[in-house]
C-alpha cells in the first residue's frame, strides 16, 4: 500500500482526476497556481474539449497555443493550453512523417476524426503524448521549460484506460512510430516523475468511485498520488451537541427558551423556529456523521489525504487562490 507520507517534490506531471461534480477542473487550477507559488513555471492542460480553464480563470476560449493565464502567490507564472486532437493529430505526422500538410488535407476528408473514433486508443496517445512532452521538453540552457505540468484529465470512469496508452495501442501498432511514440509516453506516465490525484466529496458514490478508480490504476502499474476532498464544510457545532443530534434527542424546548430570552421571537413563533432549528440541527449532525464514515472510508485507500473548503461565495478568481493557499500549505505543492 502507499505511503500516506509521499513527497511530491520530484513529480512534474500532475494528473488530476474525479467524478463528475466534484470540482475536478477546480482544483487541477487550484494545484496548479499553488505549484507555481515562488516563482516557478507551471502549465495547466485541459484535454476534453469543455474549455473549462477559460471559464474558470475568467477568460476567453483558450487556442491550441500555451500562453500565460495567471500570476502565482509570491511570484510564479501560470501557463494554459486546450489540447485540440486533430491539431494534435497535425503535430505528430509533422514530427514523425514530415506531412503536416498533407495531415490538413486528412483533415478535410474527415480521415482524422473517423480515425480517432474507430480507435479512441489513439486519441488518448495524441492528448497523452502532447502533455508529455510538456513534461519533458528543455530550453537551450538544458533545463526543463516548465517546472510541473498539471493535467485535467478525464474522469475517474475513464482514468485508467486514458493513461495505459501503451495497452490501448498495442492493437494499433506493433512496431513504428506510433507504436514508439506510445512507449516514449508510457515511459513518462508511468515513471516517479508522474501521480494521479483524485478528487472526491465526502458523499458514498464519489468515495467509491474514487476507490474503483484507485484499484483500476494500481493494477495497471500506474502511479497514484493523493486524494483531494472538495467542498468540505465546517461543523459550526460542538462534537457533545453533534452526538445528541444525532440520536435525535436534541431539545426543541429547550432552543425556544434561548429564543424567548434572547428577544429573537416569542410564544408560538419562538416554538415553531426552534422546531425547525432543532430538525435542521438533527440533519447537519447525521451529514456530518456520514462525512465522518466516508473519510475512514478514504482512509483505507492508503493515500496522502488533503480537505478544500467550500467556497460560500462559489468558485472565482480569489476562491482558486484561497484553494491553492489551502493545497500549499498542507504540504500538496
Known amino acids: 500500500m502507499d505511503s500516506p507520507d509521499t513527497d511530491w517534490a520530484d513529480v512534474r506531471l500532475h494528473v488530476v482526476t474525479g467524478k463528475g461534480g466534484t470540482g475536478k477542473t477546480t482544483v487541477a487550477a487550484a494545484l496548479a497556481l499553488a505549484l507555481a507559488s515562488g516563482g516557478r513555471k507551471v502549465l495547466l492542460v485541459e484535454v476534453e474539449g469543455r474549455q473549462g480553464i477559460a471559464q474558470i480563470f475568467d477568460l476567453p476560449p483558450l487556442p491550441y497555443e500555451e500562453r500565460r493565464i495567471a500570476v502565482a502567490p509570491s511570484g510564479g507564472d501560470v501557463y494554459a493550453l486546450a489540447i485540440d486532437p486533430e491539431e494534435a493529430m497535425l503535430e505528430y505526422m509533422e514530427m514523425f512523417y514530415g506531412m503536416r500538410r498533407a495531415g490538413r488535407a486528412l483533415t478535410k476528408m474527415g480521415i482524422v476524426d473517423f480515425a480517432t473514433t474507430v480507435a479512441p486508443g489513439f486519441r488518448d496517445v495524441l492528448v497523452t503524448g502532447k502533455t508529455t512532452e ?64 483524485f478528487v472526491t466529496l465526502l458523499e458514498e458514490m464519489p468515495v467509491q468511485e474514487t476507490l474503483d478508480g484507485l484499484a483500476e490504476l494500481r493494477s495497471a502499474g500506474l502511479p497514484p498520488g493523493g486524494i483531494f476532498i472538495n467542498m468540505v464544510r465546517e461543523s459550526l457545532l460542538p462534537q457533545t ?42 440533519e447537519h449532525a447525521h451529514r456530518t456523521e456520514l462525512e465522518r464514515a466516508e473519510r475512514e472510508t478514504l482512509a ?34
Open 134 to 197: 510538456a513534461v519533458r521538453r528543455r530550453g537551450r540552457n538544458g533545463r526543463r521549460i516548465y517546472d510541473a505540468v498539471v493535467l485535467d484529465a478525464p474522469p475517474t470512469g475513464r482514468i485508467t484506460r486514458f493513461l495505459n496508452v501503451t495497452k490501448e495501442v498495442a492493437g494499433l501498432a506493433k512496431v513504428g512510430p506510433i507504436k514508439n511514440h506510445s512507449d516514449l509516453v508510457s515511459g513518462v506516465v508511468k515513471s516517479p516523475e508522474t501521480a494521479v490525484h
Open 241 to 282: 451537541a453533534l452526538d445528541t443530534a444525532v440520536k435525535g434527542r436534541f431539545d426543541a424546548e429547550e432552543i425556544a427558551l434561548g429564543l424567548k430570552a434572547t428577544g429573537v421571537a416569542d410564544g408560538a413563533q419562538a416554538t415553531a423556529l426552534a422546531e425547525a432549528l432543532a430538525a435542521e440541527i438533527v
Open 300 to 333: 483505507e485507500a492508503g493515500l496522502k489525504r488533503y480537505e478544500l473548503p467550500l467556497l460560500a461565495d462559489g468558485v472565482d478568481l480569489a476562491g482558486l487562490y484561497e484553494l491553492a493557499e489551502s493545497i500549499r500549505t498542507q504540504g500538496a505543492a
